[in-house]
């Protein structure tokens, strides 16, 4: 059984930038795809970027690509999303998932994080 522990939330304004973590606590996140996403206030759970287990190929959601990136560290079994030129529609919880193929869906993901708070104020 995985693990996930994500941190680097906090509360940042409009186009700062905030790098988020997602540590394996049990288990080695090495041979598995990862997933980012977020869930607003009052919204459902979306997708934000996914990642194989190698790095090689990665995917993103339209409303964050050009600004996140998603990379991983094999040998610390971590993962990370560093955000930039960050928006107040960025403001939600951010979960990291694990699973075993690179997915925009949620329901493929098999472990989750506790989630960490991003806001970002105009």
């Known amino acids: 059984q995985v693990q996930l522990v994500e941190s680097g939330g906090g509360s940042v304004q409009a186009g700062d930038s905030l790098k988020l973590s997602c540590a394996a606590s049990r288990g080695t996140l090495s041979n598995l795809a990862l997933g980012w996403f977020r869930q607003a206030p009052g919204k459902e759970r979306e997708f934000v970027a996914t990642i194989d287990w190698s790095g090689a190929h990665t995917n993103y959601a339209d409303s964050v690509k050009g600004r996140f990136t998603i990379s991983r560290d094999n040998a610390k079994s971590t993962m990370y999303l560093q955000m930039n030129s960050l928006k107040p529609e960025d403001t939600a919880v951010y979960y990291c998932?694990?699973?075993?193929?690179?997915?925009?869906?949620?329901?493929?993901?098999?472990?989750w994080g506790q989630g960490t708070q991003v806001t970002v104020s105009s």
């Open positions: 998932a694990s699973g075993s193929a690179v997915s925009a869906a949620a329901f493929t993901y098999k472990y």
